[in-house]
């Protein structure tokens, strides 16, 4: 697999505070990566210096380099940064009655010259991310009154109509109920691009992603396959709560549960797992 | 032709029938065989030519201009605030106008034809600069809205002190001035308001898929390549242009920004394409029936504009509220 992205020595100090210390990372085509931690560990923090939102790269209180096929990030302009990465974020409102329609037109954005219309070929785009997304009934539809994960999901259509060749999602099952919360990982997972997300609940990151990034403290403390990061001493230390891991029995993926000394089962070797 | 682009065709040709139709009201006697011979430039009476060609004309294509103008100013500053209740108005633009006109009518006794636009018009900008400065100044874009409120109330206190102060003739003229009025526009008015719409249209067609993207949030429009800030002072300075161009000539019309983009989002669409040629449609054919009705619903007088743009911007106002909370 070719490496897409290249984060090296990445450093961000604000007024002290730091708030990412010496990532190094590469990403490669297809990837599917799970960044997981505590809050306050630098998730979001890392995504925002990806795609060097705000010209945040080129500010003194950050140093290191993130480089998108081996040219600096630093040296894309927005339109060409909003061509490789499409960003779908935890929530998007709007005050207007905007339609699917509207917001799937989005997409079409950074591919667009000034004076541009919509073509025919643009039409039937939006209509193929939809139909994968399994919207195509929803065209007409207003934003506003779709459910959080209908939501999601029409986010991340426009994000196939951007075209982009790596997805970024921020904490993708926010504010969705357990069952969008896995229709939404499962349609990212099946859309076979590269895709770099937060996740807040460790089970679904292991179910859903290849390779986890822990971060602690601004710090990448381990990056690798479900299973090794997911180890359960590295995560008490961590998070400050007793760990078990396990297979489940269904998926076939690893799993942790979390408990306080106070949940055990008096007198039972097995303790009362806090679910994460 | 779908249904949106066959009421924007409506919508076209009912401001061709409300200009036609404009130019036949006004207290002279016209009749509309006179009108039409006028109209095609064999007219036999030149008193009637007189009066179409250099009164009713002009002062109806600015009221075309003038209302396409205010209403698109309010729907760019609407999409591009994502706030429905962003007018130019509440920018300070009118304020800074009736400050820069004030100053005019107190300082100078003369020469006003000229001078007093172009007072309105410095102050109208003046009023924005500030406000974008202050809104720099706090890092935050999205308080123009707030930041202007403050300015437009210091700048109407500063007018307010001068005219206390000032003679009694210039008072009343700048009163006046600031209630509206399209009784004393002339044909090159008319020009210099159209070119500048133009500019404006033809900037906004450009950028319509920017403004847009803003309409899902700032993050979400840079996350698409959209230089946030730098695209909201743009349009604010288009719409300071614009604004600040038509009070110049015309005077305090207000409520306009604010009422026609609601009811274009209604009957055409809320994204920036249709809501600009509609609020220019819509705009154009309510203040040509607004300028109708102030100038021939009394016998020996003319109502201001404005006020009857105000007391139906208020009403309208209150249908809102009450809608929303019908809604909710």
Not at chain 1, 148 to 163: D, H, M, S
Not at chain 2, 106 to 128: C, E, K, Q, R, Y
Request: a neutral charge; charged letters at 10%.
């Amino acid at each position: 697999m070719s490496t897409l992205l290249n984060i090296s020595g990445l450093n961000w100090k604000v007024l002290n505070k730091t708030i990412l210390q010496d990532i190094n990372f590469t990403v490669s085509k297809g990837e599917v990566i799970g960044i997981i931690g505590p809050n306050g560990a630098g998730k979001t923090s890392l995504l925002r210096c990806i795609i060097n939102q705000a010209n945040i790269l080129s500010s003194i209180n950050t140093s290191g380099s993130v480089q998108l096929k081996n040219r600096p990030i630093t040296q894309f302009s927005s339109r060409e940064i909003a061509q490789h990465f499409a960003l779908v974020m935890q929530k998007n409102d709007s005050i207007f009655a905007l339609s699917v329609q509207d917001v799937m037109k989005m997409g079409l954005l950074p591919h667009k010259s000034l004076f541009s219309l919509d073509s025919d070929y643009d039409k039937s785009q939006i209509e193929l991310a939809l139909s994968k997304v399994g919207l195509s009934h929803a065209l007409e539809s207003l934003f506003n009154q779709l459910s959080g994960g209908e939501q999601q999901r029409v986010l991340i259509a426009r994000a196939l109509v951007q075209a982009s060749q790596i997805l970024i999602l921020d904490e993708p099952t926010n504010h969705l109920d357990v069952y969008y919360q896995h229709q939404v990982l499962q349609l990212v997972n099946k859309l076979n691009i590269t895709v770099i997300m937060t996740v807040h609940d460790l089970n679904l990151a292991s179910l859903y992603c290849q390779r986890l990034l822990l971060l602690d403290k601004g710090q990448l403390i381990c990056d690798g396959s479900p299973q090794e990061v997911l180890a359960p001493e590295q995560l008490s230390n961590i998070f400050g709560l007793p760990c078990q891991q396990n297979i489940d029995a269904i998926t076939g993926a690893t799993q942790v549960s979390f408990y306080l000394q106070d949940n055990r089962i008096q007198n039972s070797t097995s303790p009362e797992p806090l679910s994460e | 032709m779908n249904k949106v682009s066959t009421r924007l065709f409506a919508l076209a040709i009912l401001v061709i029938l409300s200009v036609l139709a404009a130019i036949t009201f006004g207290p002279a006697d016209i009749d509309s065989s006179q009108l039409i011979s006028c109209l095609v430039g064999s007219c036999q009476n030149q008193i009637a030519d007189i009066v179409i060609w250099q009164v009713r004309i002009p002062r109806v294509l600015v009221a075309l201009v003038a209302g396409m103008g205010l209403a698109i100013a309010g729907a760019i500053l609407q999409n591009t605030t994502r706030n429905p209740l962003a007018d130019p108005y509440l920018f300070g633009i009118v304020s800074g106008a009736g400050l820069g006109a004030t100053i005019a009518n107190i300082s100078l006794a003369d020469n006003l034809t000229i001078a007093l636009p172009l007072a309105a018009f410095l102050g109208a900008l003046f009023s924005v600069i500030i406000v974008v400065f202050i809104a720099k100044v706090l890092q935050r874009m999205e308080q123009l809205l707030l930041a202007g409120v403050a300015v437009s109330f210091m700048l109407a206190s500063i007018t307010q002190f001068i005219l206390y102060f000032g003679e009694p003739f210039a008072t009343n003229r700048v009163i006046f001035w600031l209630m509206g009025s399209l009784a004393r526009v002339e044909m090159s008015n008319f020009y210099v308001i159209a070119s500048i719409l133009v500019i404006a249209i033809i900037t906004v067609l450009a950028l319509h898929r920017q403004i847009d993207a803003l309409l899902l949030g700032d993050e979400s429009a840079a996350s698409l390549g959209v230089d946030v800030d730098k695209l909201r002072l743009l349009m604010l300075g288009i719409c300071a242009a614009l604004t600040a161009t038509i009070v110049a000539y015309c005077g305090g019309i207000g409520f306009v920004g604010l009422m026609i983009p609601h009811i274009v989002r209604q009957l055409i669409g809320v994204t920036t394409l249709k809501l600009i040629i509609g609020s220019a449609l819509i705009g154009a054919i309510f203040l040509i029936w607004v300028d109708v009705i102030a100038r021939s619903s009394l016998p020996h007088a003319e109502i201001p504009i404005g006020i009857i743009t105000s007391a139906l911007g208020s009403i309208f106002f209150l249908f809102i509220m009450y809608r929303s909370r019908a809604n909710t």
